[in-house]
């Protein structure tokens, strides 16, 4: 186990992105740097992502800051992955654990012995193995894969395996990236809210959030489909590839900017960002609302339609 002791909380521990690389090449975040805060050793961000690949667990003595283990558990094509799912280690915090942790996770599990600020990653909170933590496995993890032996902390979230599998949260915890990297026919049911990118970068399955859903929804999409009952913020479809966004209410500014494939369906006319553009929708995008909606035709036809002509 590698051991960090951290005098005050930082950002972006055994973050697998370190934070983006890509968009700033190292000016937020050299991965090669001493971890700044640390005491007693000289460990850089890439010795903890380093080491949780090869399978080792990371132990945290301290609070954690913000996107703590941000997309764990991937093999990130950017460093020369393969852009899917990896066997990985642990990461233990004795102390609290800052937003948006395990955003885009997917494998791996992450121990925290005190509390978790929300919005959340795309985590879950299941029975901890491990006395004095509370023990957070990635929803994509628990899609791909089923609970195994866990049990989820809260009663009110459920999963039910089987030719498609259906996770309920129902737990009322804000979430960011819901269902990220999917790549099985599964469904997610949110009762409540979500908040940034979810179904970022699922290539299969359908979440149905029962709320109002934040920025970037859809955003990277590159299959599946995403359906929102409620509002969707700025942004929605950015950068989306494939797969469907079904808004049942108001959206925001900046949809479909740089879109790339895919269909939007809304209830209420929005502007997008060109080239989408409104679209006729077919007798399939139809049949489509009717079955994930569970409507008939005539609702369905009050939907317009935006893609890529």
């Avoid at 859903?213 to 489909?225: D, E, P, V």
Wanted: charged share 20%; aromatic share 6%.
């Amino acid at each position: 186990m590698l051991t960090l002791n951290i005098k005050s909380p930082v950002n972006c521990l055994c973050d697998f992105t370190y934070n983006f690389y890509w968009q700033h090449q190292g000016s937020e975040l050299d991965p090669d740097a001493p971890i700044d805060n640390q005491q007693d050793s000289e460990y850089t961000h890439r010795d903890l992502v380093e080491h949780l690949r090869l399978g080792g667990d990371v132990h945290i003595k301290g609070n954690a800051g913000s996107r703590l283990g941000s997309s764990l558990g991937v093999d990130l094509k950017y460093f020369g992955g393969t852009g899917r799912e990896l066997d990985v280690g642990s990461i233990f915090v004795d102390g609290d654990a800052g937003t948006r942790m395990g955003i885009s996770m997917v494998s791996g599990r992450i121990y925290v012995s005190d509390s978790v600020a929300q919005p959340t990653g795309n985590v879950v909170e299941v029975v901890s193995d491990q006395e004095g933590y509370c023990c957070f496995r990635s929803v994509t993890d628990i899609l791909h894969h089923g609970m195994g032996a866990d049990e989820f902390t809260d009663g009110r979230n459920s999963f039910q395996d089987g030719d498609v599998p259906c996770l309920v949260l129902a737990d009322g915890v804000l979430r960011d990236t819901v269902g990220a990297r999917c790549e099985r026919d599964a469904r997610v049911m949110v009762e409540g809210d979500v908040s940034l990118s979810t179904g970022i970068l699922m290539q299969n399955g359908t979440i149905y959030v029962d709320g109002n859903a934040g920025m970037n929804t859809g955003t990277l999409l590159a299959g599946g489909t995403v359906v929102v009952r409620g509002d969707v913020s700025e942004f929605a479809a950015a950068d989306m590839r494939a797969g469907n966004l079904i808004i049942t209410g108001k959206s925001r500014g900046y949809m479909c900017a740089n879109m790339r494939g895919g269909a939007v369906f809304a209830k209420r006319e929005v502007k997008v960002i060109p080239p989408a553009a409104q679209c006729q929708p077919s007798d399939s995008d139809l049949k489509l609302l009717v079955d994930v909606l569970d409507t008939n035709r005539m609702d369905a036809m009050s939907y317009r339609k935006y893609g890529i002509r």
